[in-house]
């Protein structure tokens, strides 16, 4: 079954790398958000997109993280000189409307910075 | 400021025991309470969700009971199994925005 989906599943990257985390949503859905996850806490919202538009971004923790979804369907998330503390999983969610459809998480995208 | 309060942290059960995890809100215009189930290297899945007019929600052996004056609402699990061992989370949200807010989450272990 097609879900989201999310690659890579595992990134390392040295303190001041730049990387990519990419999301394929589940074909059709108009709403994309990204969260992260610490290490034993809740998901954190990052960011959302409504189609290609992003709509809500309160949740990116400084200017070196950046977000995009520019035909509507796949989205990157980049993080700018990775720090230590970017160290955690990267949840990318789905759904078809907006409001309170429900959401469709991904697998996430473990980073560990060192 | 947490806007959605979870306990317990963790919580251990025999099989068939009835499992309750509760959690608190603030703000009144949140609409929307969903439960999420995490299993470890997984993203949450949808569990079960409610709205504010009603008390309660029962789907197979979960159920939602929502207290709107009080501003909680707890996640029952009847006649639990091992398999139910995972992490729950609460998440409230509102419909003008459909960002969740997660609760902190509880991590569920179900002995055999």
């Known amino acids: 079954g097609a879900g989201v989906s999310q690659s890579p599943r595992y990134k390392v990257a040295k303190r001041g790398q730049d990387v990519a985390l990419r999301c394929d949503p589940i074909?059709?859905?108009?709403?994309l958000f990204w969260y992260q996850q610490a290490l034993g806490q809740g998901p954190e919202f990052l960011t959302y997109f409504q189609n290609e538009a992003q709509l809500d971004k309160s949740g990116l923790p400084s200017d070196r993280f950046f977000a995009e979804r520019p035909e509507g369907s796949v989205s990157t998330l980049k993080i700018q000189r990775t720090q230590k503390e970017d160290s955690a999983v990267y949840l990318c969610a789905s759904s078809f409307g907006q409001g309170n459809s429900p959401l469709h998480f991904g697998n996430g995208t473990r980073l560990t910075v060192t | 400021q947490q806007q959605v309060k979870q306990s317990p942290q963790s919580l251990i059960v025999q099989k068939g025991g009835i499992p309750i995890i509760n959690c608190a809100y603030e703000?009144?215009?949140?609409?929307?309470f969903p439960w999420y189930q995490q299993f470890p290297g997984k993203g949450p899945a949808l569990l079960i969700a409610?709205?504010?007019?009603?008390s309660e929600k029962k789907e197979g052996r979960f159920t939602i009971s929502f207290n709107k004056s009080a501003k909680q609402f707890s996640l029952h699990i009847m006649d639990s199994q091992p398999g139910d061992s995972a992490t729950y989370f609460c998440a409230v949200t509102s419909s003008n925005t459909g960002k969740l807010i997660f609760g902190q989450g509880t991590t569920l272990q179900v002995k055999p």
């Open positions: 074909s059709g859905h108009v709403s």
């Open positions: 703000n009144t215009a949140f609409d929307y």
């Open positions: 409610i709205r504010p007019d009603v």
